[in-house]
């Protein structure tokens, strides 16, 4: 987001401040309209001439209150494997995110099998298959066109008999929209909890920070369907973007997972909210 306050800092260099303005700049970052009117609101109560560096500085503190101090790591169970389901529209990186999540947790001594699940999109499948073999980790795929529920119940198994610590399942790119294609999900989450009734352990919705409001109705309807347990949110870099993550984060208590922040593997780590924050400038 530190393009979008430098822009505030430029835009209200004068004292008198249009309030509608910097309400709809506010909303333009994808803060959201709530906290943008809470911001305004914070600001008004104050009684006094503000500039540019006085919006950033309440807008950051607004910020910081939503955010959680930190996030939680994604720990490994004992015994059984810790299974995650990717999710999320097409065209949000949802593929390369569950590859570099996968290259994350090997970098960190980790166990992980891969389940491509999006048996729909030959792409798909044969995308995360360059990535299980660039990153030496097996991946478990079935027929095209086949039951995604059925890849990732067989990839469970595999997980189990190879003592892997993780279980990434790569789902299809679906829109929040189409009730079948929920239904779908809903079953995928059904097959694995014959598996473990825990599981899936994480569900981890990939939203592109590019889109704005739209990832927030994303994530409003995915969370519906089956229940998100973060976000991880790609493009952040250099969109000046990233407001979205603080709405969902304050509409539906779901923390930003990780980011994406580049093309390479390594421009994938896990969010800091005390450096995101700091670095709103």
Request: hydrophobic letters at 40%.
């Amino acid at each position: 987001m530190a393009g979008f306050f430098k822009s505030l800092l430029q835009r209200f260099t004068k004292p008198d401040i249009d309030w509608d303005e910097l309400e709809a700049a506010l909303v333009a970052g994808d803060l959201g309209p709530r906290l943008a009117l809470r911001i305004v609101d914070d600001l008004k109560a104050q009684g006094r001439k503000l500039h540019g560096a006085d919006i950033v500085q309440v807008a950051r503190e607004h910020v910081k209150s939503i955010l959680p101090a930190q996030v939680p790591a994604l720990t490994r169970l004992d015994g059984r494997p810790k299974v995650l389901l990717t999710v999320g529209v097409n065209g949000t990186g949802k593929t390369t995110s569950t590859a570099k999540l996968a290259k994350h947790l090997q970098d960190h001594g980790k166990k992980v099998v891969l389940a491509a699940a999006d048996t729909f999109r030959a792409a798909a499948v044969e995308q995360l298959e360059v990535w299980s073999q660039r990153l030496n980790i097996t991946m478990v795929k079935g027929p095209p066109n086949g039951d995604p529920a059925a890849v990732c119940f067989e990839a469970y198994d595999l997980a189990c008999r190879t003592g892997a610590d993780f279980l990434l399942c790569d789902t299809a790119g679906r829109l929040h929209t189409k009730h079948n294609l929920m239904e779908e999900l809903k079953k995928v989450r059904r097959i694995l909890g014959r598996k473990d009734p825990e599981s899936p352990h994480e569900v981890l919705l990939v939203v592109d920070a590019t889109t704005g409001g739209n990832a927030l109705q994303q994530a409003r309807e995915f969370h519906k369907a089956i229940p998100l347990t973060g976000v991880i949110v790609t493009k952040l870099d250099g969109s000046g973007k990233g407001g979205v993550l603080v709405a969902i984060q304050q509409e539906l208590g779901i923390p930003t997972r990780f980011i994406g922040i580049g093309e390479k593997a390594e421009d994938f780590q896990p969010f800091d909210p005390g450096r995101f924050v700091a670095e709103l400038l």
